[in-house]
């Protein structure tokens, strides 16, 4: 059975209103507000944890825990999608994967098996408001080991990610993609993310973008927040303006 920490899949909890601060009226609003929120929080989490037990299950059995992981964090990245890769063949028949156009003289062909269509995965930049400082590195450190990869490793990391987290896919289909890529780029994702692990890993431009639009939303609202709050608002900014200088 897969064990995952609690902090994967944090549930907020409702916080406890003072009814001598607010009105009845008030409190029931509130409340009610901050449990619509657990909620989808919780459904969120429900939705990754699926996604995460049919990963673990496709993959190989000989692979140790850490690095089945690694495998999977990489095949559930968040951030820009890649564009098509192309096989160019050269006239001495020399094969050369590539995410840019193929030189003159030789032959360009798609890369068999590899979608070139873009789906948006959940998380993105798009949703990176809610997400937290951690959250954003986290992610940060994976697109390095993600870029390090060959183009053709990439392309089949990202086909392999879509089955995933399509529900049309069959599991045949998200196994033979996930095996595809553990096979052919396994090697390269155990070496870069050696290598990523030792280097400081910061959000990128988008993710502080989002964090510091989050940042003055919470500054607008200083004068209602509690000390618990408060403390949250200081080593969030610290964590901005280190992070995102």
Known sequence: ?????????????????????????????????????????????????SILHKAVSILPTPLSRPWRYAILLLLLITG??????????????KVIFSDQACATGQTSSTL??????????????????????????????????????????????????RALRTDTASLEEVKRAVSQFENQCGDQ????????????ATPDASDCRSLRQSLEERRARLKTMTNRELQEFVKFQNEVSVGCR
């Open 112 to 161: 068999p098996g590899v979608s070139t269509s873009a789906a948006p995965v959940a998380g993105s930049s798009t949703g990176a408001g809610k997400a937290s400082y951690d959250d954003m590195v986290q992610r940060s450190r994976r697109a390095q080991v993600h870029a390090a990869l060959t183009p053709e490793c990439r392309a089949l990391g990202d086909n392999a990610s």
């Open 189 to 200: 994702v155990q070496k870069a993310s050696a290598v990523a692990a030792t280097r400081r």
């Open 1 to 49: 059975m897969t064990h995952f920490e609690p902090e994967m899949f944090h549930v907020k909890q409702p916080r406890r209103h003072l009814g001598l601060l607010l009105r009845p009226g008030e409190v029931i609003t509130s409340v009610r507000a901050e449990l619509v929120e657990a909620r989808d929080s919780l459904r969120q989490a429900r939705g990754e944890r």
């Open 80 to 93: 820009a999608a890649q564009a098509g890769v192309q096989k160019c063949t050269g006239p001495d028949g």
